[in-house]
């Protein structure tokens, strides 16, 4: 097995290399009859693609995406929609430079893949990482905007919540501002405190870490199980499959071990039609690993860029010590481009689960979309 799939019912797999000349996804499992243009999917690649800010690596890749195979389309539908086949989609790579990496061809970067892939496969691709490129995060966008198509009624939001030491005020929190700043920042005045640190931080030639947190509204309360499909089980799966990514909690998660059992209970009411009605949502809207309906929040650490230009001790494939410094173009937070990622992997989640719970109990699920019918 080689482990480059994820998912259930929807059934994400990705491809491809960072300095390969393509790389991409098959989604599988996406129900059929679904509106889907190329547009809908580039509008969410355009907010992760690197070289729209300094504090980003300046690799210029457009992340043009391709729909290969899955949608069809002629004046009966209407439009192009997908047919229930597996969608393939391509991303093209356009500015590598390969050459960067020529100097470290027999030698492992600190903090790296590089030594644990030798180790495993006995062969690496040292041209950016190969498959441990956070480039290959564009081909998991591209499948999440296939899932949030399948998730009529919810909405999936992102924001960086810390860089470094720096936390953002929570009182200061405002969803529209997120994408008026290079960082996806819901605190206006946490964002220019950042503007000059990562200044700094990019001038030393260094990096930094930083947490972001993902919350998913109008998810319907049922999806997940109660023993090993727990939802907030592959949640955390599918955030510590990003690249880089060390910690992962959801709800109050790690906070939790400071409260009491009067202060972490999501105490209920009835609300005035008489539906439930929480009054917090410490367990961030899954409990006994099944979906409450209350917003769906979890945040993730991601570690410092490795890749820096000061120089590090390592050793090579040849078994000789070396001091050695990365070259290339990199993000000194690669946290920033890793708010659509989450995005997505929370939107691939919650799709496989709302088929997976549709497929067991016959309720829930897409809306019908209108199929394509003879005559």
Known sequence: MSHNSFGHLFRVTTWGESHGPALGCVVDGCPPGIPLEAAEIQQWLDRRKPGQSRFVTQRQEPDTVEILSGVFSDD???????????????????????????????????????????MKYGVRDYRGGGRSSARETAARVAAGAVARKILPGVTIRGALVQIGPHKVDRSRWDWTTVDDNPFFC?????????????????????????????????????????????????????????????????????????????????????????????????AGGILGGISTGEPVVARFAVKPTSSILTHRRSISATGTEVDL???????????????????????????????????????????????????
């Not at 009067?262 to 917090?280: I, K, Q, T, W």
């Not at 920033?336 to 497929?359: K, N």
């Open 76 to 118: 009966r539908t209407g439009g192009q929609v997908t047919t229930g086949t597996p969608i393939s989609l391509m991303i093209r790579n356009v500015d590598q430079r390969s050459k960067d990496y020529g100097d470290i061809r027999d030698q492992y970067r600190p903090g790296h893949a590089d030594y644990a892939y030798d």
């Open 186 to 282: 819901p605190d206006p005045v946490t964002a220019a405190l950042w503007e000059d640190y990562l200044d700094g931080v990019r001038k030393a030639g260094s990096s930094v870490g930083a947490v972001i947190e993902v919350v998913a509204e109008g998810v319907p309360a049922g999806l997940g199980a109660p023993v090993y499909a727990k939802l907030d089980q592959d949640l955390a799966s599918a955030l510590m499959s990003i690249n880089a990514v060390k910690g992962v909690e959801i709800g109050d998660g790690f906070a939790a071990a400071t409260l009491t059992g009067e202060e972490n209970a999501d105490e209920m009411r009835l609300g005035p039609n008489g539906e439930p009605v929480f009054l917090s949502n410490k």
């Open 325 to 375: 410094r990365t070259k290339g173009r990199h993000d000194p937070c690669v946290g920033i481009r890793a708010v659509p990622v989450g995005e997505a992997m929370l939107a691939i989640v919650l799709a496989d689960h709302l088929l997976r719970h549709r497929g067991q109990t016959g309720r829930g699920g897409p809306a019908e979309y209108p199929l394509h019918r003879q005559g």
